[in-house]
């Protein structure tokens, strides 16, 4: 009685599994089965009320029940090229990184927070071409890091993620954007020091300790770069050193705090929950010009797409996603940093029920080929982590051997140690 393809409640589908999957049989096996056996098989006891009554004529035959029109997608022709040609002024800097910092700036959505994927890039290029810290972090840290401990306090109280400055976002939930501004910083997210904190709040302590006790180059760090409001302030200490406690003291807008090194690498983790990257545009171009230029940040990553996917039925939404916004916010980054190369990484398998059966979104392979091909024109390097992960139906193996979640979506972080060492490899082995 319930169509095959299940009944549609706007954006999502309601499904029921046939018979023939309730009752783990092939179609081979079920058309064997006759009704008497099938009945058999069944405690019909169980389904159907005493006092009810079968009407043997509202039952609807297969193929009378209109099936849901599949999507004709496009084909997409792809130049098999190596992108990474489009890095040369990355590789060159790093030729020169034991004299100078060679900053990484590494946006993402959710694939990258706690520091995922972006940790093994620093640690691996911190131990080849030097430097410490581990880049900028917001004022008030509300999600966790696997690199590093960070809280504040404001009158010796250590604040909730829900306490402290009001903060800001150019991504996420409409309600924490800034009122007709686009002050939000290279974070794209502003931690507001004003008459809102609580009576004596203007004394504002951010403590910052390891996560562990290794010495790892990225626990190390004699740099502070504070941005504000103000002309950021660069703290030099006398030392290396693990932990931190930086007092911060009257009524101005915070936009991060990096610990860094006058030296080597520094990458910087910035990911953003739900995006899909086509925020930057509402960022002041001043701001993300003035640092990409003054930390000589040679390389920007940008991984985003996976949070177009599970929403988008249409292939003619993914191509303007592709081909008219993301293009235009690459190019308002180059026009910010025109020092810098630019690498596009492309979203993961991921998998979604399609009768029954845990299976790639139809919708992803065609995203990550219109990916390839706009970075192509643009000139900008593209790593398919589609294909790294062993394309179609690569998630559900992942899934099973533990290196992604239940969701289909998300890594576990062994899952995210594997991608960033791919990452790593392919671009290092280039050079």
Known sequence: MVPEDGFSIGKYTLRW??????????????????????????????????????????????????????????????????????????????????????????????QIEEDRITNVLRERWQKQYGGGGVGLLPLHQTIPTRTIRQWLSINGAVQTAQQGPKRYLVYGLRSMRLADSDDYGVMGQVAVMDSTLVAGSEDIVMNIEPIDKKRKPHNYFNRVRVLTSLPDSLLVLPDSTTHYQLHLQGKKNVYGVSLETPTGVIVDNIPMRGCSGTIFTKIDSTQLSDFYRETNTRLIILQFGGNMIPQTENPSTISGYVRSTLRQQIRYIRACAPQASILFIGP???????????????????MDKLLKKMAEEEQIAYWSMYDAMGGKNSMVHWVEVGLAGSDYVHFTRSGANKVGRMLHEWIDGYK
């Open 17 to 110: 599994p046939t018979l023939a999957e309730a009752l783990d049989l092939t179609n081979e096996e079920m058309m064997e089965l006759t009704s008497d056996s099938l009945l058999a098989a069944i405690d019909t006891t169980a389904l159907i009320p005493t006092d009810s009554v079968i009407q043997q004529d509202t039952f609807v035959a297969k193929d009378s029940v209109p099936k849901k029109p599949q999507p004709i997608i496009p084909e997409v022709n792809v130049v098999n090229t190596d992108s990474r040609a489009y890095m040369a002024a990355f590789y060159a800097a790093l030729d020169s990184a034991s004299t100078q910092p060679v900053r990484v700036v590494h946006y993402g959505d959710s």
């Open 348 to 366: 993961s398998d991921m998998s979604t029920r399609i009768d029954g059966e845990m299976s790639t979104y139809q919708l992803l392979p065609y």
